[in-house]
Every structure is written in structure tokens, then in C-alpha cells.
């Protein structure tokens, strides 16, 4: 049976026991910062497979600087004990890691400075976010994409998050799968928890980060996979609402989402309505990948239990 645990106040703990206070100042201001790393399950080689730890690490360090939050642990130590939660939980089958760094104080105010930092890191089970298969379909949110310059666009914030949370469930209300977000200039950023890209005259095309998108790791990853696997020339570049429509394919990626096709946008529908042919190929190839089928790629794995074949990351 799994064993749910969480690194809290220095220690790994029972998921149970990592409460915090009702004062503490990241509960009540969302002076937070945060990671997703996934874990997914191989079952016929009997190991979990931690996808771009390091990377993932990487970001939150940036994310954590960019916040003025003090994070004391190394990359290396930060890896280790990502994997280490993982393993003690003893999850076999798909999971989510969050690791977050978080103004612990128990006080009142509202600040950065003058408080103390903590870090913490969990683990759940994580079965699909969107439907891989039917594809999602999207409505533009009229919630728009918040500005760097109110609250950085390139860390996740915890508080920043109550902008996707408006745009999902608006889509969600209005009977759509997930929320495309333009930015305040008019172009296409993001989902509430996804990038966005297109194919378009034989093109994978996302937009840049100065369109207030987070760096993905995942898209980073699609666009690599594209190109190496798929011999996809790639665009970074705005994306107007209109491109969308006329577009012949559509993907989201994201840690959740993993990557998922986009069918309609605005009830209109993308291509001919279904998955297509490059997002499918995209997909499959990057299913195989995290779940330890492409050797070639095992540097971007590590493997929680030990038991991968010879290649990934221990």
C-alpha cells in the first residue's frame, strides 16, 4: 500500500502531519512559488519514471529569485529529494510532485521582506488532466493573461494562479474543456495550465515569453521532439485569436496535460474536428518517451525505484 509522504519543516514527514497555519503569510497573501514534476508509471518494467527533475528544479530556483525568496537547498539536494518522496510514498501508477517554496512567517502584512522561507514538497496521485485521446476543446477567456508587470509572468506564483482559476472555470461553466488566455496586448499567451502551440504552412508556431507565457518545460520538450523526431521546422512568435480558427492543428502542453490536441476553439472547430495527424504523432511519441520506451531520451528521466533498465537516471 502507498505510503503518502511529504518533505515539511526539514523532514519527511506523513503527508498527514505537513499542516500549516491559518497565519501563516503564503495562505493569506500567496507569497508562493511552486513546481509540478510528473511521475509516470511503466508497469510493464515495474518503475516510475520522474520526468526533467532537474529542469524542473531549475525553474523553481528562478522562480524563487524572482520573488525574493530564499531557497537553501542545491540542485542536486533538491533532485534527490524529489525522487526520495517519491519513493517513500510508493505510488505505482501516475503521480504529481509539487515542490514549493513559501513565506512561512505567521504574520500579518503585506510584504516580501522581512519574513521567513521555507521549503516543502508532496506527492498524489495524477491520472489525466484533458482527454489525450478526444482532444480538448477551448474557449478565449475574457480573463486576460496577467502582466509581467503586475505579477512575473516567468515564475509560478501561487497567488498568480487565481487568474487560470477564473479562466478555467468560466470555460468549464460555459460547457468548454479549457480557457485559452490572450495577453494585454490582444495575442494568444496560454491555458490555465498549459502552452499553447500551432501548426500552421508546415510550421509548429507558440508564442515567445514576452507574450507573458510561463517557459515551459513540457512545450520545450514537444518543440525538441518535433523537430529531432518529426523534422518540424519551429516559429516562436505572436499568435493572433483569429490564427486559431485557421490553423490546422492545435496542442497544449503542460505537466498535466502532458500533450493534448486541441479540436475547437470557440466552437469552432480546428482542422476537422478531431485530433490531428502531427499533434497524434507528437503524442505518441512523447507518451513512449516518458514512460521509458526511448532510450535515446532516458536523460530527461530518472528513475524512482531503481528498477528501469539500463539507461535511465537511478
Known amino acids: 500500500m502507498p505510503t503518502p509522504t511529504a518533505f515539511f519543516q526539514g523532514a519527511f514527514v506523513p503527508l498527514e502531519q505537513a499542516k500549516i497555519g491559518v497565519m501563516t503569510h503564503a495562505f493569506n497573501y500567496g507569497t508562493a512559488v511552486f513546481e509540478g514534476v510528473r511521475g509516470n508509471w511503466n508497469a510493464e518494467q515495474d518503475e516510475l519514471y520522474l520526468f526533467r527533475v532537474r529542469e524542473h528544479v531549475q525553474r523553481l530556483r528562478q522562480s524563487a529569485k524572482i520573488m525574493r525568496l530564499s531557497l537553501r537547498f542545491s540542485d542536486d539536494e533538491?533532485?534527490?529529494?524529489?525522487?526520495?518522496?517519491?519513493?517513500?510514498s510508493g505510488y505505482c501508477e501516475d503521480v504529481y510532485i509539487r515542490p514549493m517554496v513559501y513565506k512561512s512567517s505567521e504574520a500579518v502584512g503585506?510584504?516580501?521582506?522581512?519574513?521567513?522561507?521555507?521549503?516543502l514538497l508532496f506527492v498524489t496521485p495524477f491520472g489525466a488532466y484533458l482527454d489525450p485521446e478526444a482532444g480538448a476543446r477551448c474557449a478565449t477567456s475574457s480573463w486576460r493573461r496577467v502582466d509581467d508587470n503586475s505579477i512575473p509572468a516567468r515564475a509560478k506564483v501561487t497567488g498568480l494562479y487565481v487568474n487560470n482559476a477564473m479562466a478555467k472555470t468560466e470555460a468549464q461553466?460555459?460547457?468548454?474543456?479549457?480557457?485559452?488566455?490572450?495577453?494585454q496586448d490582444g495575442h494568444v499567451s496560454e491555458g490555465s495550465g498549459e502552452n499553447i502551440a500551432i501548426f500552421r504552412h508546415g510550421r509548429l508556431i507558440s508564442p515567445p515569453a514576452q507574450d507573458n507565457i510561463l517557459e515551459g518545460i513540457t512545450?520545450?520538450?514537444?518543440?525538441?521532439?518535433?523537430?529531432r523526431e518529426l523534422g518540424i521546422d519551429i516559429e516562436r512568435r505572436s499568435i493572433d485569436?483569429?490564427?486559431?480558427?485557421?490553423?490546422?492543428e492545435i496542442f497544449m502542453t503542460?505537466?498535466?496535460?502532458?500533450?493534448?490536441?486541441?479540436?475547437e476553439v470557440d466552437r469552432v472547430p480546428i482542422g476537422d474536428g478531431s485530433p490531428g495527424p502531427i499533434?497524434?504523432?507528437?503524442?505518441t511519441t512523447y507518451f513512449q518517451m516518458i514512460t521509458g520506451r526511448l532510450p535515446q531520451y532516458s536523460d530527461w528521466l530518472t528513475a524512482t525505484y531503481g528498477r528501469a533498465p539500463v539507461g535511465a537516471k537511478p
Open 78 to 88: 533538491l533532485v534527490d529529494m524529489v525522487r526520495e518522496v517519491a519513493k517513500r
Open 110 to 119: 503585506v510584504r516580501m521582506h522581512n519574513l521567513d522561507d521555507d521549503f
Open 173 to 183: 461553466l460555459n460547457g468548454f474543456d479549457e480557457a485559452i488566455l490572450l495577453n
Open 219 to 227: 512545450l520545450d520538450t514537444a518543440i525538441e521532439l518535433a523537430q
Open 241 to 248: 485569436r483569429s490564427e486559431l480558427y485557421i490553423a490546422d
Open 254 to 263: 503542460g505537466t498535466a496535460a502532458h500533450v493534448t490536441p486541441v479540436v
Open 279 to 283: 499533434s497524434k504523432r507528437l503524442q
